[in-house]
């Protein structure tokens, strides 16, 4: 029930374009899609690709944080997602386009 409060705290948070406190929910929430689209929303890069290491392999959010990081022309911490993530074909595709 706590986490579903901070949840909607982070929501609140983000519908307001307060994304400093809309991560500070999402991160007490463990809701880490949230998480990545508030430090992408922040421009806060570091901790996006922070976020990569504290993830699961196989997490679809890794999918996400790799698109968001390669429309950015970011391709080390683009290619990190998509190999946790479990696509290398991705991943080798993001180096072409990006180099």
């Given at each position: 029930m706590l986490t579903r409060a901070y949840k909607n705290l982070g929501d609140f948070s983000a519908e307001r374009q307060k994304w400093s406190k809309a991560c500070k929910y999402y991160k007490l929430a463990?809701?880490?899609e949230a998480l990545a689209h508030a430090y992408y929303k922040l421009e806060d890069f570091q901790s996006m690709e922070q976020l990569i290491s504290f993830l699961p392999p196989g997490s679809p959010t890794l999918e996400i944080l790799g698109e968001k990081f390669q429309s950015l022309g970011l391709c080390q911490p683009a290619v990190n997602s998509f190999v946790k993530f479990g696509d290398g074909k991705r991943a080798v595709d993001c180096?072409?386009?990006l180099h």
């Open positions: 463990s809701d880490f180096c072409v386009l």
